[in-house]
């Protein structure tokens, strides 16, 4: 591990507060930079290269201008000072950056949703990462239900087990390798037209979107339903092509094999089950921001819904 203080110069006084960004060399983990309104800040930052290395080189930021088109040339290396310092000194400076009146505070939530394999997942991963608020996929508590039952053998029109399944959901042990097996969304979606099994599911998930410092929480409802007070509302989708083709991908770069079109089918099935059903339907929030990624890489998706954030963010802090 190595520890680095970086000082970071830029003087523009007309910079929002409580941004966040990366340094985005993907060698180094734990790299977040904070910079604040007053334009004089610069932030500690642990780097420590994933592949073992000793080769820091805190200059090398990409995308931090991007979707916050008034800042020119943060990029920069002359505004970097960047001091490897030892992890005393580097505990200190993290410290005292958490408990500066600048760093984000008060509560916020953001909620996403969309349709199966839109990639709200990953960008609801980056948020979280990025703003370090709390994570939750809801797709797996439903998937929890649906696992509990087929354990157990039970049909999945067993409502009354259903419910039981769904109060004995642990939010925290809610295994993501056990339940992301393609049957086990399949069967998520027959139990979450159940209303009294939503009704304890989310219930649950409010509590997680209560707890400090907020949360990203993604799934089918959360803007309309779970979350309805959301700071943020995103709704991300992707055609059914598209979505097919990014899962037979994901499946043939495991080195497994698929048909194309029994994929699409599937994705066609979950859709009209998931926006069709009675209860809650999958639907965009009368305020949500539409993020359509049929064309757009995780990245970009990420920089987009990162603009929409932190103009919120913004805003809130002005007022
Ligand atoms: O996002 P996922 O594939 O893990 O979700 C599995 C199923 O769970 C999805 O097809 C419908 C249901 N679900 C839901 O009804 N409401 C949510 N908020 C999340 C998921």
Redesign the pocket.
Known sequence: MKYVYVHWKHERAEEPSHLWYEIADDTFQNRTIEFYADGSVGFALRGEAADGSDDLEIGGTRNSTEGFPNVEEINSDREFEALEITAAEFNQQWRKALASPRHMTGFFTIAIDGP?GAGK?TLARRLADHYRLNLL????T??AVAHALIQHALPLDNVSAAETAARQVDMAKLDRAVLSAHAI?EA??KV?VYPTV?RILVEKQRAFARTPPGAVLD????GTV?CPDADIKLYVTASAEVRAKRRLAEIESIGGTANFAEILADIVR?DE??MGRAD?PLKPAADAHLLDTSEMAIEAAFLAAMAIVDDALARRNKA
Not at 219 to 222: A, F, H, L, T
């Open positions: 199966a997942g996929d809801t797709g797996l439903y998937r969304g998520a979606s979450a939503r799934g089918r409802d959360i779970v979950r089950r998931d809650s």
